[in-house]
């Protein structure tokens, strides 16, 4: 029993997007009927097939199979020399399997995703948006952020104007939308303006954005401060014309309740004033006429005072996933998920990842094992995102949060997701 294998086209180049193939060539070199199934290893098996698979060979005779190689359009398909093999297994003769080696050459591309959030601000002094880009090619590339204002009424700030982005990874930007002027009262005005995501090579990325400006006194300001005035000119007018009066009326009778004892008492310390002159002028003319003489009397009074007056369902949730993962070689993930999560169906409408230790490496937002959303330690510390419309998840549907950690050092990789939303039926 044997087998032999040959690979005519053993170098080939491929453009992501498109495919190439390669013939082999087997021979059956036993002496009895042999099967043979061919397939294809190494990192270019997952966007491979070949045809026909499975060969059954008399002794002496010989087949063809063909290998198509298909590198998808994305990060998956590495730009460079990918080597791979072409296995021949004998089910005669196991031991005499064969591997015939090659390698294929994937062209470098870049093409840029961008996406603003939210696509429409509203503001009087500034708006604020968030700029994700991604990097759907398969190589490294730097790329620029350019604004463009067809009015020119708008300034712009962003918090990295130039970045390098890493095929497959989510880049956040900060972006701020400032008016060069300001109006103080009048209808929102609308402001469009569109941001470009220019790459080195490759075609750019342009995503539509608006500011909706608003005055600077709210709508409201005005007839609230004419509905003051009108209260201001109101009570003036009920002070003058009731209140006033009234006042007046009350206090002049408070004041008259007041004088009337006191006059009384001071009308009869008069009187007790005039009868002891009265008395004093009598004892003179007594003393008098007695022929005897007197100094002049002495005597203290004491003051005189008068009186004085004075959901079960549709109920709120939220799930925090804590990292910790150790640094790997390999290109695997260290995954981890939130218990009794998937006990319910789930709509999410925010999540919040975090970076304390500004850890290096990439992490994955998984639904049931599929990769749901990927970002780069290196591109954030805190990074939160709303979604307008809810992520559903069924019954059983777990969301798993899948870390490979690239810190040196041995050192741990401790990021964290939050994710939140309601329960639904």
């Known amino acids: 029993m044997g087998l032999t294998a040959s690979l005519r086209e053993p170098d080939l180049r491929v453009v992501p997007g498109q495919e190439v193939s390669a013939q082999v060539n087997l021979l059956n070199t036993g002496s009895v009927v042999d099967q043979v199934t061919v397939d294809v290893v190494g990192q270019a098996s997952?966007?491979?097939?070949?045809?026909?698979?499975?060969?059954?060979?008399?002794?002496?005779?010989?087949?063809v199979a063909r290998v198509t190689f298909h590198p998808p359009r994305s990060h998956e398909a590495p730009?460079?020399?990918?080597?791979?093999?072409?296995?021949?297994?004998?089910?005669?003769?196991?031991?005499?399997s064969i591997v015939e080696e090659g390698a294929i050459e994937v062209a470098a591309f870049t093409e840029f995703t961008a996406r603003l959030d939210p696509s429409t601000s509203r503001g009087r002094r500034k708006g604020r948006h968030?700029?994700?880009?991604?990097?759907?090619g398969n190589i490294?590339?730097?790329?620029?952020?350019?604004?463009?204002?067809?009015?020119d009424q708008l300034a712009f700030r962003v918090t990295k104007p130039t970045l390098i982005a890493q095929p497959g990874l989510a880049n956040v930007l900060r972006v701020q939308v400032i008016p060069r002027k300001r109006f103080l009262r009048g209808p929102n005005q609308p402001h469009p303006f569109q941001v470009m995501v220019a790459p080195e090579e490759g075609d750019s990325a342009i995503v539509d954005g608006e500011l909706v400006q608003q005055p600077m006194l709210a709508p409201w300001v005005v007839p609230l401060v004419a509905a003051l005035v009108a209260l201001a000119i109101l009570g003036t007018v009920l002070w003058f014309t009731?209140?006033?009066?009234?006042?007046?009326?009350?206090?002049t009778e408070a004041v008259n309740a007041q004088i009337t004892p006191l006059s009384a008492a001071v009308d009869k310390a008069n009187q007790n004033a005039d009868q002891a002159k009265a008395q004093a002028s009598q004892a003179a003319s007594a003393a008098a006429a007695a022929g005897g003489g007197g100094g002049p009397g002495t005597g203290t009074a004491g003051p005189t005072t008068g009186p004085g007056g004075t959901p079960a369902l549709d109920a709120p949730v939220?799930?925090?996933i804590q990292a910790d993962a150790a640094p790997r070689t390999d290109n695997g993930f260290n995954t981890f998920t939130a218990t009794g999560q998937n006990a319910k169906p789930l709509d999410i409408t925010d999540i919040q990842l975090q970076n304390p230790a500004g850890d290096s490496g990439t992490v994955e937002i998984r639904r049931n094992g599929t990769v749901w959303l990927r970002f780069g330690l290196d591109n954030f510390r805190d990074y939160d995102d709303h979604f307008v419309v809810p992520v559903h998840f069924k019954q059983g549907d777990t969301v798993?949060?899948?870390?490979?950690?690239?810190?040196?050092?041995?050192?741990?990789?401790?990021?964290?997701?939050?994710?939140s939303g309601k329960t639904t039926s």
Request: some cysteine; charged content about 15%; proline content about 10%.
């Open 318 to 320: 939220d799930f925090r």
């Open 242 to 251: 009731l209140l006033k009066p009234t006042l007046k009326s009350a206090a």
């Open 46 to 63: 997952g966007w491979s097939t070949v045809e026909p698979a499975v060969l059954n060979l008399y002794p002496g005779e010989s087949g």
């Open 79 to 96: 730009a460079g020399v990918v080597p791979f093999g072409v296995r021949a297994a004998s089910r005669e003769d196991p031991a005499g």
């Open 140 to 151: 490294s590339a730097p790329a620029s952020v350019h604004f463009v204002d067809p009015e």
């Open 130 to 136: 968030r700029l994700t880009i991604i990097n759907g």
């Open 400 to 419: 798993t949060f899948a870390v490979q950690c690239r810190n040196p050092g041995g050192k741990h990789c401790t990021p964290a997701l939050t994710f």
